[in-house]
């Protein structure tokens, strides 16, 4: 019996509420290419500040106990101001405040200047 099983195709789970949901579980690890991400482990999503009752339901079934919030204090502010984004959290989650990007005005040319050196750079450039 195989100790890695495919992946599903695709590996999305239906979370009422919450876009792109899915199990980062089996892929393989870079530095170990011999190991894989254990499944149910680590789960990934789009914007979940529309999550539904029945979503909450699912992901404590799922035992998500951690939220981690990539966006900057901007980049929430911005989207309370369009009318979603607001921070999700429900009992037996803890929401995670962990910005990828520095907190700064995200006016065009920055944030043209800032991809431009990623790229260039791998990194961000401030």
Same mark, same amino acid.
């Not at 500040?49 to 699912?58: N, Y």
């Not at 991809?115 to 401030?126: D, K, L, M």
């Given at each position: 019996?195989?100790?890695?099983?495919?992946?599903?195709?695709?590996?999305?789970?239906?979370?009422?509420?919450?876009?792109?949901?899915?199990?980062?579980?089996?892929?393989? &690890?870079?530095?170990?290419?011999?190991?894989?991400?254990?499944?149910?482990?680590?789960?990934?999503?789009?914007?979940?500040?529309? &999550?539904?009752?029945?979503?909450?339901?699912?992901?404590?079934?799922?035992?998500?106990?951690?939220?981690?919030?990539?966006?900057?204090?901007?980049?929430?502010?911005?989207?309370?101001?369009?009318?979603?984004?607001?921070?999700?959290?429900?009992?037996?989650?803890?929401?995670?405040?962990?910005? &990828?990007?520095?907190?700064?005005?995200?006016?065009?040319?920055?944030?043209?200047?800032?991809?431009?050196?990623?790229?260039?750079?791998?990194?961000?450039?401030?």
């Amino acid at each position: 019996m195989s100790t890695t099983a495919a992946l599903p195709s695709p590996p999305f789970i239906a979370v009422p509420g919450v876009p792109n949901f899915r199990d980062l579980g089996g892929h393989k &690890v870079a530095s170990s290419p011999s190991s894989t991400i254990r499944r149910g482990y680590i789960y990934r999503c789009g914007e979940p500040s529309g &999550v539904t009752q029945d979503g909450i339901k699912k992901l404590q079934e799922l035992n998500v106990e951690k939220a981690y919030d990539l966006r900057s204090l901007p980049e929430i502010e911005r989207a309370k101001k369009a009318g979603y984004g607001k921070e999700t959290e429900w009992t037996g989650c803890e929401r995670c405040f962990a910005p &990828v990007f520095e907190e700064r005005e995200y006016d065009p040319e920055s944030v043209a200047l800032r991809f431009r050196n990623y790229a260039a750079e791998g990194t961000e450039v401030s």
